[in-house]
């Protein structure tokens, strides 16, 4: 009988969670030729959500649980579960049924027919705020345009995928960690099913809009130096127009003398190119914290607790 690990990170999911068991305990039965465990992994919870974990696991010994020190945020918790995973197949959802379980027999039906990974993709993103759908489609535009890599609008963390896959994707041992890129990256025939978006059955989303900026650029920075190489662009191209400007001012002072004019422009351009420079500064101290960051090779999670 083959195994399948389901992870499932948790933080402040009191609410959702027996819903999710439900609906999850459900499907395992219908799947009756495969052996289920349960991951679920706590990221620091402030409510009762390792108390709720605690008793599901007193209820069916299928399940298993950790539980970190603090919040490491739901990268950390994926890979903790990926880490622990055994079984032939692992599948990634989250807590909040977003990630519908009823997906699942259709998943496995595809890795079963040859597929390495089968993967989901939101159609809609109806019931989400206009303005966060806005920057996210701009953000798959950009770094589609920025990386090699392609990350396909709308693609959600739940997976299923057989074990090469999760050994490749673990061994991925960057700190910085951007799941969506990291599957392209590691390639594998991949299977997409398309379904329309789904609310959240209880709770909210952890996700505030500044957080999810971030999530942005630390995808970009992860999969992409382009922005870095853009710094030697603009310097070429701006030495370019000083060289012209230099010698049309020669050529103009030879003609007309010197009088003091020109005062109001070279603010300007004073201002501009402080900005510039001040602008891709920025850019390389991004590229260099992360660097810091990894260089330090810190754990990435820390357990508290695992059953
Ligand atoms: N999550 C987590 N750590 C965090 C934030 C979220 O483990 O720091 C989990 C959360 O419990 C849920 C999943 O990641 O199971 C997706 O989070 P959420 O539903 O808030 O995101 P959204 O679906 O709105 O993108
Ligand atoms: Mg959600």
Not at 45 to 57: G, N, P, R, V, Y
Not at 103 to 109: A, G, S, V, Y
Request: charged share 20%; hydrophobic share 45%; net charge neutral.
């Amino acid at each position: 009988m083959k195994t399948v690990d389901l992870i499932i990170p948790c933080y402040n999911e009191e609410e959702s969670l027996p819903h999710f068991y439900a609906e999850a305990e459900k499907i395992t039965q219908k799947l009756k030729t495969y052996q289920f465990s349960f991951w679920f992994i706590d990221d620091g919870s402030t409510d009762h959500t390792l108390a709720m974990i605690q008793k599901l696991a007193a209820t069916d010994p299928r399940i298993h649980y950790i539980t970190f020190s603090r919040n490491f945020g739901k990268e950390a918790a994926l890979l903790a579960g990926l880490d622990q995973s055994t079984g032939d197949y692992v599948a990634v959802m989250d807590a909040d049924c977003q990630d519908p379980p009823s997906l699942l027999p259709d998943m496995f039906e595809y890795i079963e027919s040859g597929y390495d990974t089968v993967a989901t993709r939101r159609v809609t993103r109806k019931g989400e705020p206009p303005i966060r759908s806005l920057f996210a489609r701009q953000f798959y535009k950009i770094i589609n345009h920025l990386s090699n890599i392609e990350m396909v609008d709308g693609a959600r963390d739940f997976r299923l995928m057989s074990r090469p896959v999760v050994d490749a994707i673990i061994s991925c041992k960057e700190y910085n960690r951007y799941s969506k890129g990291l599957w392209s990256f590691v390639g594998f025939k991949t299977k997409w099913i398309e379904y329309t978006n789904v609310q959240r059955v209880a709770g909210e989303s952890k996700w505030s809009f500044w957080k999810l900026f971030k999530y942005a650029i630390e995808g970009i920075v992860a999969f992409s130096t382009v922005p870095l190489t853009l710094a030697a662009f603009f310097g070429i191209l701006f030495c370019f127009i000083a060289f012209i400007i230099i010698l049309i001012v020669i050529v103009k002072t030879l003609i007309f003398g010197d009088p003091a004019t020109g005062w109001p422009s070279l603010i300007c351009i004073i201002m501009f190119m402080g900005g510039l420079q001040l602008f891709f500064l920025g850019i390389i101290g991004e590229y260099l914290a992360k660097t810091y960051l990894e260089v330090k090779n810190r754990p990435r999670y820390i357990i508290r607790e695992k059953k």
